[in-house]
C-alpha cells in the first residue's frame, strides 16, 4: 500500500516537473522567438533603404549621412539624462535606504515610484510649456558667458526648446527608475557586511562605500542601463520638448533630433522609401539598444569574482 | 595596546522593553573573558554595548556607564565611530568583503583611519595582521584573490587579521566559531590563547568547553523568563564557574541540567 502511494506521488511529481519545465522552455522560446520576429521585420523593411540611390533618400547624400546626425542628437540626448539623473538618482537611493528616518522613507519611496508612473506625455508637456521657458535666462547666460565652449555657444535658442531641455526633461523621467532600482538593491545588502564596516569604526559614509556601493555595483549600472533604454527610446517628451533642426554641437540651441522622435514626427505622412527609411532609422536604434545592453553585461561580468555570489 | 573596561550600573532598552537590567562587571586587559548563558539571555546585546553597536539596530539604547581605561564611552560627545576603531568586533558568521581581495579586506579598516600608507607598509602590515590571525601561510601566494573564496574558518580568521590590523585596544567576538568546523574552531581557540598576549579578548559562546578552554574569566547571564530582562549572575574565574560556582543557576547551566 504504502509502495504504490509513494510511487503515485512520485509520478505525479513527474507529470508536475513535465509541465512546469515544458512551460518554462515554450516562453523562454516565445522571447526569443518575438525578439527574432521584430528584429526580421525591422530587416526586411529597412533593406530597400540600404539598396536605394543616395539622391532619394532624405537629404539627397545616401542613408548614413541621413542616419548619423540624429544617431548622435539620440545619444546626446540619452546622455545628457544619464549625467545628470545618475548621480542624483543613487543619491536619492542612498537617501531612502540609509539616512531617512524610517517613515520619511517609505513616504519617499512611495513618491519616487508614483514619479515613475507619469506618462510621458505630461513629462513632454510640462517640458515643453514651463521648463523650457524657465531655461530661456539660463541659457542666455550661458551663451554670453560660456560661449567659448562649443557646447555652449550662442546665440541661445529664444523658446529653450534646446536638446538640453530634453536632456533634462529624460533625466527626470529617468530618475525614478534609477533612484527605485538601485534602493531596493541597497535594502538587499547584507547587514552582515555593512555591521563589519561599522565595526571597523567606519562612519556610515564610508560604511556606504564600503558595504553597500561594491554590493550593489552590478545592480546600479543595470538600473543605469534600463534608464538608459528609457532615455534612448523615450518619444513623446522628446517630439514635444526639441524644437528639432540639423546636427550642431551647440546644445543650447535649436537643432539636433533623436531617432525616436524623428520616426514619431514623420511616420504619419511616410509612405514608399520615406517610410523603409524611418524603419531603418529604428533598426539602428534596436541595435544601439541592444549593444549598449551587451556593454552592460559585460561590464557586471568582469567582477563576477568579487560580486559576492560565491 | 590593551586596556580594561569597567561597566557600572548598565541598562540596556530596546524601545521600553528592558533587554539587560544593571550589569557591574571588570573587564581586565590582557586577559579573556567569556560570556555564557542560555539563547535570549542578552549576552550579545551586552556585548555589542562595549563597543556601541547596539545603536545599529533600531530603538536600542543604554543607560549607565560603560569605562575604557576611565574614558566613559557614553559620555556627550563621545562619537560611535571612534569607539569602534579602539575596540574591534569579530561577528558570529565570518563577514569578509566579498567584493574586496584578502589583502584589501585586511587594510579596510586602516584604509578608513589613514589615507594614505606607502605601499611597503601596507605589505607589512597585511603580512603582520594575517600572520597574528595564523592565516599567512594559507593566504600568502593568493593575496589578490576575493576573500569570499576562503574557507568559513579561514574567512574567519581573516575577519580577526581585519579587526586587529586597526590595532584595537578590545577585541569583542560574537561567537566567532558557531558557524566552524572543530578542526576551523580549535585554529580560532589557539589564535584566541596568542590574542591575550597583546589584547582584552571578549568572547560570547554557546559551548561551555570552548569558555572553559580558552577563558580566564567567565560571566554567566541568565533570563528569568520571557519578557524579563537578562541579568549577570554570576562573574569569576572561569575554573570557580565550572568546578565550584556560588549560585545555583550557574552550577545547572554549567552541568548541563538546563540551557
Not at chain 1, 120 to 132: E, H, K, N, R
Not at chain 2, 62 to 78: F, S, W
Not at chain 2, 100 to 114: E, F, H, Q, T, Y
Amino acid at each position: 500500500m504504502s509502495t504504490t502511494k509513494s510511487a503515485r506521488r512520485a509520478g505525479t511529481g513527474r507529470t508536475g516537473d513535465k509541465v512546469f519545465s515544458g512551460a518554462a522552455l515554450g516562453a523562454g522560446v516565445l522571447i526569443v522567438a518575438v525578439l527574432f520576429a521584430v528584429a526580421m521585420f525591422l530587416v526586411i523593411q529597412a533593406l530597400p533603404t540600404f539598396s536605394a540611390a543616395p539622391a532619394d533618400i532624405t537629404g539627397g547624400k545616401g542613408f548614413v549621412s541621413y542616419i548619423f546626425p540624429i544617431v548622435v542628437g539620440t545619444l546626446i540626448a540619452a546622455a545628457i539624462a544619464l549625467v545628470i539623473a545618475t548621480p542624483i538618482g543613487v543619491a536619492v537611493a542612498l537617501y531612502i535606504s540609509h539616512y531617512a528616518p524610517r517613515n520619511m522613507a517609505r513616504g519617499l519611496g512611495y513618491v519616487v515610484d508614483l514619479l515613475a508612473a507619469i506618462p510621458s506625455v505630461i513629462y513632454g508637456a510640462w517640458g515643453a510649456t514651463f521648463l523650457a521657458s524657465q531655461l530661456k535666462v539660463p541659457y542666455q547666460w550661458l551663451a554670453d558667458n560660456a560661449g567659448w565652449i562649443p557646447i555652449f555657444g550662442g546665440p541661445a535658442s529664444g523658446t529653450g526648446k534646446t536638446i538640453l531641455t530634453a536632456g533634462i526633461v529624460l533625466a527626470v523621467m529617468v530618475l525614478p527608475i534609477i533612484a527605485s532600482l538601485t534602493r531596493e538593491i541597497f535594502l538587499q545588502t547584507p547587514m552582515l557586511h555593512q555591521e563589519a564596516a561599522l565595526a571597523l569604526g567606519a562612519t556610515r559614509w564610508e560604511m556606504i562605500r564600503m558595504a553597500v556601493l561594491p554590493f550593489a555595483r552590478g545592480g546600479i549600472i543595470s538600473a543605469v542601463m534600463l534608464g538608459l533604454g528609457r532615455a534612448l527610446g523615450e518619444t513623446m517628451a522628446v517630439a514635444l520638448v526639441l524644437s528639432s533642426g540639423p546636427m550642431i554641437a551647440s546644445l543650447i540651441r535649436s537643432g539636433n533630433q533623436t531617432i525616436a522622435a524623428e520616426i514619431a514626427l514623420n511616420f504619419p505622412e511616410a509612405f514608399g522609401l520615406r517610410l523603409n527609411e524611418l524603419i531603418a532609422a529604428g533598426l539602428v536604434l534596436f541595435l544601439i539598444t541592444l549593444l549598449v545592453n551587451m556593454v552592460a553585461r559585460w561590464i557586471i561580468s568582469r567582477h563576477k569574482e568579487f560580486s559576492g555570489a560565491n | 595596546m590593551s586596556k580594561r573596561i569597567d561597566v557600572s550600573d548598565l541598562n540596556v532598552y530596546y524601545g521600553d522593553f528592558l533587554a539587560v537590567e544593571d550589569v557591574n562587571i571588570t573587564l581586565d586587559a590582557k586577559s579573556v573573558t567569556a560570556f555564557i548563558g542560555p539563547s535570549g539571555c542578552g549576552k550579545s546585546t551586552f556585548l555589542r554595548t562595549l563597543n556601541r553597536m547596539h545603536e545599529v539596530i533600531p530603538g536600542a539604547r543604554v543607560e549607565g556607564k560603560v569605562l575604557l581605561d576611565g574614558d566613559n564611552l557614553y559620555a556627550d560627545g563621545v562619537d560611535p565611530v571612534t569607539v569602534r576603531s579602539q575596540i574591534g568586533m569579530v561577528f558570529q558568521r565570518p563577514n569578509p568583503f566579498p567584493t574586496m581581495s584578502i589583502r584589501d579586506n585586511v587594510l579596510a579598516g586602516v584604509k578608513l583611519n589613514s589615507r594614505r600608507m606607502a605601499k611597503s607598509d601596507a605589505d607589512a602590515l597585511v603580512e603582520k595582521s594575517l600572520q597574528g590571525a595564523n592565516l599567512w601561510n594559507e593566504v600568502k601566494d593568493r593575496l589578490e584573490k576575493p576573500g569570499s573564496g576562503l574557507s568559513g574558518g579561514q574567512q574567519q580568521r581573516l575577519c580577526i587579521a581585519r579587526a586587529i590590523a586597526v590595532a584595537p585596544d578590545v577585541i569583542l567576538m560574537d561567537e566567532p566559531c558557531s558557524a566552524l568546523d572543530p578542526i576551523s574552531t580549535l585554529a580560532i581557540e589557539d589564535l584566541i590563547n596568542e590574542l591575550k598576549d597583546e589584547y582584552t579578548v571578549v568572547i560570547v559562546t554557546h559551548n561551555m568547553q570552548q569558555a572553559a578552554r580558552v577563558s580566564d574569566k567567565t560571566a554567566f547571564f541568565n533570563i528569568a523568563g520571557t519578557g524579563k530582562p537578562g541579568k549577570l549572575i554570576e562573574f569569576a574565574e572561569t575554573a570557580t564557574i565550572f568546578n565550584n560556582p556560588g549560585q545555583k543557576s550557574t552550577e545547572d547551566y554549567v552541568s548541563g541540567r538546563f540551557g
